[in-house]
């Protein structure tokens, strides 16, 4: 199983990020200060790359190596540039679905995901390049492999997305629990993007007012939510559903 890459120490993260490599996320150590290190937080800045303080303990854990206080992590897989892939799918002549992952924070929830994604033809899930899950050994083993045959594409920002997806003729649909439409009242025959939110909080409310259609779960118990992965899996049918 191919796992992520990790590399480690200040000036190494620099060249690494500096010579065009794909990192998914680097994590810097809480409180460290310094030229070297500011010239690091500066080019991860500059670049829009996810990253996060934590604690040094965190840091020794991923390796025994000298780190210097920083570790970051190059995904294992190729990004794709989403406008293309979009043109793509449109002139192939599929009816598009695509998925909208708003900061999605668990790498299994992200991994369970992308494995149903690719059981249900889904041409390709777009997340967001801060703040969601990293694309790493834990979501490419959930995904069992899916991870490699599904184009995933990083945008600065999801509703970057739903407007792009809009002006493509691409219905954007919110799985969302604020509203009285279930996904039963939804039509996923034309082509659409289905925007998941993360566990904690949704969908950001911002994305909500501007997508085309909102859709909810029944439920049947006392509890109210669904885990997200799940959720996910029953609209992807749905659509299949649908469209056969």
Request: with cysteine; net charge neutral.
């Amino acid at each position: 199983m191919e796992q992520t890459t990790t590399i480690f120490g200040i000036r190494a993260i620099i060249e690494a990020i500096n010579s065009g490599e794909t990192i998914d996320k680097v994590f810097l150590q809480k409180g460290l200060h310094g030229d070297l290190f500011t010239d690091l937080e500066s080019t991860i800045r500059k670049n829009s790359i996810n990253s996060s303080y934590v604690p040094v303990e965190k840091l020794n854990r991923i390796t025994n190596k000298n780190h210097q206080g920083a570790i970051a992590q190059i995904s294992p897989i190729e990004f794709h540039d989403m406008e293309t892939l979009v043109v793509n799918v449109l002139e192939s002549g599929k009816t598009p679905l695509f998925l909208l992952l708003d900061q999605l924070s668990d790498v299994r929830n992200f991994g369970a995901i992308i494995r149903t994604a690719e059981c249900t033809g889904v041409n390709g899930i777009i997340i967001q390049k801060k703040g969601g899950a990293p694309v790493n050994g834990d979501t490419i083993k959930t995904s069992a492999g899916a991870v490699f045959k599904v184009p995933i594409c990083k945008v600065d920002h999801i509703k970057d997305a739903v407007f792009y997806m809009q002006a493509s003729g691409i219905k954007v649909i919110a799985a969302t629990e604020k509203t009285d439409n279930t996904l039963y009242d939804v039509s996923f025959t034309e082509p659409c993007a289905i925007i998941m939110g993360s566990e904690g909080r949704g969908i950001n409310p911002s994305i909500l007012k501007v997508v085309d259609e909102k859709a909810k779960l029944p439920l049947m118990g006392e509890i109210e939510s669904l885990n997200v992965s799940v959720a996910c899996g029953a609209f992807l049918y749905e659509v299949l559903r649908q469209r056969r």
